[in-house]
């Protein structure tokens, strides 16, 4: 064989060795880079979502996203898109520039989403973000049969929730289980009663610690919080067995066989947590959530939670091409059908896999007001163990000393702020 013809038939097996190590249906795709922590069915997920939308992506899975995007601001070194995990890393990188504003996504797309969360992708009254993968932390669990069987009403209200623990309370038996012995559940509480009581404006104030943690908004939030835990008959297990028991615990005591009590206050994802140790526990029969109910009705029913947030370094053409398809319902109906949870407007309930998915979407979608975790975006000193999760254990075993509590954690917050 002459040279040439070696050399031809050996490039030949080269070139289809590097087709067929391509990803299938990716042949002709534009590549772009990004960077988050999704792993697993995250991953898997969005990669579908990608592929809908014809955009081939490089994923970077990190565990240190602050370093790596930190380290990539210097070196100018930026992947396409990054993942962020809430609002406030948006806003840090929206101040440092180096975020592209999404001007180009049609609005016919955003009119499926509440305004609160165009304002919470947005810094500077520019758009920077796309929320994708929410989470619901305003959800109180129940069993329907025992509410059924001792004739009790789900509550809408603060009030009616208030007269149905009095009621359950002169039946001689518990309203309530917490797992306490890690803060941030009870933390969890004070959010959902300040954003009901306060509003959103308030909300952040206290977050960025705008106002002190001795403002009577704050203090307002633990007292009404007090309405339910100052009172040991409310609790099972009373104070002690409260801050003794695990979250996880504390929920399969409403619903083993014989239960504890008969409310459990925490996110939509203890439906999973509960139905893996009790596998007899049917959700939507057994094992059912109502929302966290309002308590001021100027802001209705307001959604605690999380979600991460899609940001965009650079305008390649393919970045715009995923960023405009991530707002689509076709984009998030493959999410939905893929167990994430959607605040998108346009998707169909009946996608989501589940009863319970379906109705704490339901609760998501028509909330006018979302707001994040504030522990989590508070410094963590502040915000965590040894802060915000250890003043609520106190308050929960000498409800009489809130005003020192609160003192307690305006000091600790002028040292961290």
Avoid at 17 to 22: E, H, K, N, P, R
Avoid at 166 to 182: H, L, M, R
Avoid at 276 to 293: I, R, T
Wanted: overall charge positive; hydrophobic content about 40%; charged content about 20%.
């Amino acid at each position: 064989m002459k040279k040439s013809k070696m050399v031809g038939s050996l490039l030949m097996f080269v070139l289809m060795g590097v087709i067929a190590l391509a990803p299938a249906g990716y042949c002709g795709y534009p590549e772009i880079s990004v960077t988050g922590t999704w792993g697993g069915n995250e991953l898997a997920t969005f990669m579908k979502i990608a592929k809908a939308a014809r955009v081939k992506v490089n994923f970077n899975t990190t565990r240190d996203l602050n370093a790596v995007l930190a380290t990539g601001v210097k070196a100018k070194t930026l992947p396409d898109i990054a993942v962020l995990p809430n609002p406030g890393k948006l806003k840090e990188l929206a101040k440092q520039g180096v975020l592209k504003p999404l001007t180009y996504l049609p609005k016919k797309n955003l009119k499926n989403y509440a305004k609160t969360w165009l304002k919470l992708g947005s810094y500077g009254g520019k758009l920077y973000g796309v929320y994708f993968k929410v989470a619901n932390k305003s959800v109180i669990w129940y069993n329907p049969k025992e509410f059924k069987k001792n004739g009790w009403s789900v509550p809408k209200t603060w009030d009616e929730l208030i007269a149905l623990n009095k009621k359950i309370v002169a039946a001689g038996k518990v309203p309530w289980s917490i797992g306490a012995d890690i803060g941030w559940p009870l933390s969890d509480w004070i959010e959902n009663i300040m954003i009901r009581t306060a509003g959103p404006e308030v909300y952040e104030q206290w977050i960025n610690h705008e106002i002190p943690w001795t403002h009577p908004a704050v203090k307002k939030a633990f007292q009404t919080w007090g309405q339910i835990v100052s009172n040991p008959k409310n609790l099972a297990g009373g104070v002690d067995g409260t801050l003794a028991t695990t979250f996880q615990n504390g929920a399969l005591a409403v619903f083993q066989k014989n239960p504890k009590a008969y409310m459990y206050y925490e996110g939509d994802f203890m439906g999973g947590i509960v139905t893996s140790q009790l596998p007899n526990v049917k959700l939507g029969e057994d094992m059912d959530f109502f929302a966290f109910p309002a308590i001021n009705s100027r802001y209705g029913v307001p959604v605690v939670g999380g979600a991460d947030v899609l940001v965009a370094f650079s305008n390649k053409p393919a970045v715009k091409k995923l960023m405009k398809y991530l707002t689509t319902v076709k984009a998030n109906e493959i999410a939905v059908k893929n167990g994430f949870l959607s605040q998108n407007k346009g998707v169909s309930l009946n996608l989501y896999p589940n009863i319970i998915s379906k109705k704490s979407a339901d609760i998501l979608t028509k909330a006018e007001i979302y707001v994040f975790d504030a522990s989590d975006l508070m410094p963590s000193a502040v915000g965590n163990q040894g802060g915000f999760w250890d003043a609520c254990k106190k308050y929960l075993q000498d409800p009489s000393r809130l005003d020192a509590i609160l003192m307690e954690m305006e000091k600790l917050a002028q040292k961290n702020y």
